[in-house]
C-alpha cells in the first residue's frame, strides 16, 4: 500500500520564509497601532482576504499532488470548517482535514455539517480530531470539562455520529451526549463516513483512538519513542479486532543541498529575539501529554541553532520559527526522503508535511521530495533514465 | 433606508415540480432509475451535486437585485453553515442570513465560526437563531435534551456569550448552559462585526429576548392589520429600541391574476396539500409551508403582489425574506417583475429606467 501524503494550511498567518519573523502574508500584517492590516505587500486594504491566499494554497497543493491539507484550530486560528466550504468550488481533489473538539459540537448538527461538506465537495471531507489540550485554556473555548473526561466524551461524541450516520434510527443515553430515533435524512445519509484521524498521546487518548480512529497521528518524536507510541496503539487495537493505521505531522526545510538547508534553519533561528528563547525555556505546556513529551527534548544551553540538532536531520527547533510542534526534519531533498522512508519503516502510513511559506514549498516538496520517498517497498519510484 | 429584500435559498430539495422529493436538481440519479430512461445517454454521472444547484440559486438572487440569501435551517436538509461557506465565496454583496438553533452546541465555538466568516466575506454573516422545533421527541432526535422551559433562556446566554467574546477581551461567564474564562480573540480575530442577530415570536417572552438581543425582529407572515398590530406591540414592549422587522413570506407572482391562480391550483395538485383555497385572497396561508416553511404565500399579479409587498412596507416591515418554487427561476422571475415595483411604491423617488 502506498503513502497518503497532507499538506498544511497556515491558519494564522504567514511569514514569507523561515528567516522573517513579520510581516505576515494576508492580513495577519501587524501594522502600527496593533490593527492588522490586509494584503500581501504593504498592509494596504486591497480588497482581498486571508482566505484569497489560502484558495491559493490549497491549490497548489493538489496540484503538486498532496491529498490535501490539515487545517489547524487554534485559539489564535482562523475556523477549518469555514475554510473547507469556502474552498470547496475551486478545487478538485484536495481534500480538507478538519480538526475540531467533539465536546463543541452537538453530535447531529457536526454530522449535518459533515455529510452537507461531503455532498458539496464530492467526499473530500475528513477529521482530526482532537480532544483539548491543544489550547492554553480550555476554558477559554468555554469547556469546563477535564483532561480524561474529555477523551469520554469524544468517545461518546463518534459512537453517537457512527450510529446516526448511515439513517438511524438510533438511540443512545450517554454521560455527554443522547439521542432518540435519530438519524441522517437522505439523501445526507448516502455520503461516505469521514476518515479519522486521531490525535492525543495519552493513554485516555489511546483508548478513545482505538475504538474509533482510522489513523492514528502523531507529532514527529524521536524514531524510538515514535516506533513504541505506535506499538502502543496497535496493540490496544488489535485487543478489539480492529486495525489501526498511524500517520506523522511533520515540518521540514528540504533544499538541494544540506548546507542550503541548515542555511535556513540557522538564519530563521539568528532572528529569534531573545525574550522569546528565554520564554521558551521557561514555557509549560498545559495538561497535554503530548506536548508535553515534546517538550522534555528541549535543550538545556542555548548557543546556536546546533544545539537543537537531535540525530542526523532532525532538529527540535520548529516552536521558536513559527510555533506548532518542535522536531522537523532539515537537510537536501535526498536526506529528507530518506527520512520520512525510515519512518514509513517504523510503520508510518501517511504523513502532514508543511513548510514556509506553504505555497511556494507545496510546489517544490511536491515535485522534489516526494518523488524520492521510496514507500514500504522500499522501490525506487524513478523511472530509469535511459 | 432602503427596503431590502433576501432570498430563501432551498436547503432540502427543490425542482421544477412542487413535490421535489423525487427528483431533486444536481443531484446524481439513481442508476436503477435513470432519469432519461434508455434513450439518451446521460454525460452526467457524479459530476453534479445539488449544492450545484444552491450555488445557481445564489448567482440568481445575487444577478436579480436581491442584497442577501436566507438558508433556512430545515433539520432534512443541507447544513446552513456549510451552505453558507460554499456561496460567501463566489459572492461578493450578498448578506448570508443563516437560521439554526442554540443547541448547536458551544456559543464560544460558534462565535469563532463566525469571525472568519465575516473576515472573508467582509461582515456579511448573520444569525437567525430559532427556539428548534417544539416537539419534544423531535428535538431528542436531534440531541436536544433540554427541557421545553429552557429553550428561551440557552438562547439568551448562547447570545450573550458570542457576543461577549466578540466584542471583549478578556470576558468571563458563569451561566447555567455556557461558561466562559478569559474568552475573546486577539489580533486579526478581534474587533470583527458581530453577525446581525435575528429572533422571532409573538409571546411576551420571545419579545423580551428579542428586544434584548435582536437586530432584526422576524415576522411570519399574516395579514396587514395582523402585522402592524404585531410591530406595533413589540414598538410598545421595547421602548425606543431601534430594531428593524423582516416579514417572512412566500410570492407567487404572474403577469395576470389568472395564470397566477392556475400556477397555484396546480402547484396544489403537485404537493398534494390540501389548503382552504380562497381565490379571490391575495394572501394564501398554508399555500407552501411544507417546501418552504413560510407561513403564507402572496397569490397575484406582479402588480398585486407587488402591492401587497409595498403595503407590509408602509406598516413598518423593511426586510423581506422572499420564496418561491422552483427557487432559480423565480428569483429571476421576482427580482426582475416584482422587486422594481415594489421600489417604486415605496420610494416614489426611485424611478424604474425608461
Ligand atoms: C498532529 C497533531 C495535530 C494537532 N492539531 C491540533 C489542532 O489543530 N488544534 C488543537 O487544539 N489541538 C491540536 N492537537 C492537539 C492534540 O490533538 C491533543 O488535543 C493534545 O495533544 C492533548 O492530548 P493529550 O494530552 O492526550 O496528548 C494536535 C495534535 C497533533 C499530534
Redesign the pocket.
Known amino acids: 500500500m502506498s503513502i497518503d501524503v497532507f499538506w498544511r494550511i497556515p491558519t494564522h498567518g504567514e511569514p514569507g520564509s523561515h528567516r522573517a519573523r513579520d510581516p505576515f502574508r494576508g492580513d495577519w500584517f501587524p501594522g502600527n497601532d496593533n490593527k492588522t492590516l490586509s494584503g500581501l505587500g504593504g498592509g494596504g486594504d486591497d480588497g482581498f482576504t486571508y482566505i484569497d491566499y489560502l484558495a491559493e494554497i490549497a491549490r497548489a497543493a493538489e496540484i503538486s499532488g498532496f491529498q490535501g491539507g490539515l487545517i ?3 485559539p489564535n486560528t482562523d475556523e477549518p470548517w469555514v475554510i473547507s466550504a469556502f474552498l470547496a468550488r475551486e478545487t478538485k481533489n484536495f481534500r480538507f482535514m478538519i ?1 475540531f473538539q467533539p465536546g463543541f459540537l452537538n453530535p447531529v448538527v457536526a454530522a449535518r455539517m459533515t455529510a452537507s461538506l461531503q455532498r458539496a465537495t464530492g467526499g473530500r471531507a475528513l477529521y ?1 480530531v ?6 492554553p485554556s480550555q476554558l477559554w473555548w468555554g469547556d469546563p470539562v477535564k ?1 480524561d473526561d474529555r477523551y469520554g466524551r469524544t468517545t461518546e461524541f463518534l459512537d453517537v455520529l457512527k450510529g446516526i450516520w448511515a439513517g438511524g434510527p438510533f438511540s443512545y443515553n450517554g454521560q455527554f451526549y443522547q439521542v432518540e430515533d435519530a438519524g441522517l435524512p437522505d439523501p445526507l445519509s448516502k455520503e461516505e463516513y469521514p476518515e479519522i484521524y486521531f ?4 493513554d ?2 489511546l483508548a478513545s483512538a482505538s475504538k474509533h480512529a482510522d489513523y492514528y ?3 514527529l518524536e524521536p524514531l524510538d519513542l515514535i516506533k513504541e507510541k505506535f506499538a502502543r496503539v496497535k496493540e490496544r487495537t488489535d485487543h478489539l479486532g480492529r486495525k489501526i493505521k498511524c500517520s506523522i ?1 511533520v515540518d521540514i526545510v528540504a533544499r538541494p543541498t544540506e548546507e542550503e538547508a541548515w542555511r535556513e534553519v540557522s538564519r530563521g533561528f539568528e532572528n529569534i529575539p531573545k525574550e522569546i528563547l528565554d520564554r521558551y525555556i521557561a514555557q509549560n505546556a498545559g ?5 508535553n513529551r515534546q517538550r522534555g527534548l528541549r535543550p538545556q544551553t542555548i548557543n546556536s541553532y546546533k544545539d537543537f540538532i537531535l540525530s542526523p536531520n532532525i532538529w527540535t527547533g520548529f516552536s521558536l520559527l513559527r510555533g506548532g510542534q518542535t522536531l522537523g526534519i532539515v537537510g537536501s531533498y535526498e536526506n529528507v526522503a530518506a527520512r520520512l522512508d525510515e519512518l514509513v519503516q517504523l510503520g508510518t502510513d501517511a504523513f ?1 508535511l508543511a513548510s514556509t511559506p506553504h505555497l511556494e514549498e507545496a510546489y517544490r516538496v511536491g515535485e522534489e521530495v516526494l518523488p524520492l520517498v521510496r514507500g514500504k517497498s522500499g522501490a525506487s519510484n524513478l523511472r530509469a533514465v535511459a | 433606508m432602503a427596503n431590502q429584500f433576501y432570498w430563501q435559498l432551498p436547503t432540502s430539495g427543490d425542482a421544477r415540480y412542487g413535490n421535489a422529493t423525487k427528483q431533486r436538481r444536481g443531484e446524481a440519479s439513481d442508476p436503477h432509475y435513470p432519469v432519461f430512461g434508455n434513450g439518451i445517454t446521460d454525460p452526467r454521472r457524479n459530476a453534479f451535486s445539488y449544492f450545484d444547484y444552491i450555488h445557481q440559486v445564489t448567482k440568481a438572487a445575487d444577478l436579480a437585485g436581491f442584497q442577501g440569501v436566507f438558508i433556512p435551517d430545515n433539520p432534512d436538509g443541507e447544513e446552513p453553515w456549510i451552505v453558507a461557506g460554499y456561496v460567501g465565496r463566489s459572492t461578493q454583496r450578498l448578506k448570508l442570513l443563516t437560521q439554526f438553533d442554540a443547541s448547536r452546541g458551544s456559543a464560544v465555538y460558534a462565535a469563532k465560526n463566525a469571525v472568519s466568516f465575516q473576515r472573508y466575506t467582509g461582515g456579511r454573516f448573520a444569525w437567525h437563531i430559532t427556539e428548534g422545533s417544539s416537539d419534544e421527541h423531535t428535538r431528542k432526535q436531534l440531541g436536544d435534551f433540554v427541557p421545553k422551559a429552557d429553550i428561551l433562556a440557552r438562547i439568551d446566554e448562547f447570545i450573550t456569550v458570542a457576543k461577549g467574546v466578540l466584542t471583549t477581551f478578556p470576558f468571563n461567564f458563569v451561566g447555567r448552559f455556557f461558561e466562559v474564562q478569559d474568552g475573546g480573540f486577539q489580533g486579526p480575530l478581534s474587533d470583527r462585526e458581530v453577525p446581525s442577530i435575528y429572533l422571532g415570536g409573538n409571546s411576551a417572552e420571545q419579545l423580551e429576548l428579542s428586544a434584548k438581543h435582536a437586530d432584526v425582529h422576524v415576522l411570519d407572515a399574516a395579514s396587514h392589520e395582523a402585522i402592524a398590530q404585531q410591530i406595533a406591540a413589540y414598538h410598545k414592549l421595547a421602548q425606543g429600541r431601534a430594531v428593524a422587522f423582516s416579514l417572512r413570506i412566500d410570492v407567487l407572482a404572474r403577469e395576470t391574476r389568472e395564470e397566477a391562480l392556475e400556477d397555484a391550483t396546480r402547484f396544489l395538485t403537485q404537493t398534494g396539500a390540501t389548503i382552504p383555497a380562497d381565490d379571490s385572497a391575495l394572501l394564501w396561508p398554508g399555500f407552501a409551508e411544507q417546501h418552504t416553511g413560510a407561513k403564507a404565500s402572496l397569490i397575484g399579479s406582479y402588480d398585486e403582489v407587488a402591492a401587497a409587498l409595498a403595503a407590509y412596507a408602509h406598516v413598518g416591515v423593511t426586510q423581506f425574506v422572499l420564496a418561491a418554487v422552483p427557487h432559480f427561476e423565480e428569483a429571476y422571475r421576482v427580482g426582475t417583475h416584482v422587486l422594481p415595483l415594489v421600489r417604486q411604491l415605496t420610494n416614489p423617488a426611485h424611478k424604474q429606467a425608461a
Open positions: 489547524p484550530s487554534f480538526p482530526n482532537i480532544t483539548g489540550g491543544g489550547g483532561h490525535s492525543g498521546s495519552s485516555a487518548a497521528l502523531s507529532w505531522r495538561d497535554s501529554v503530548g506536548a502532514i
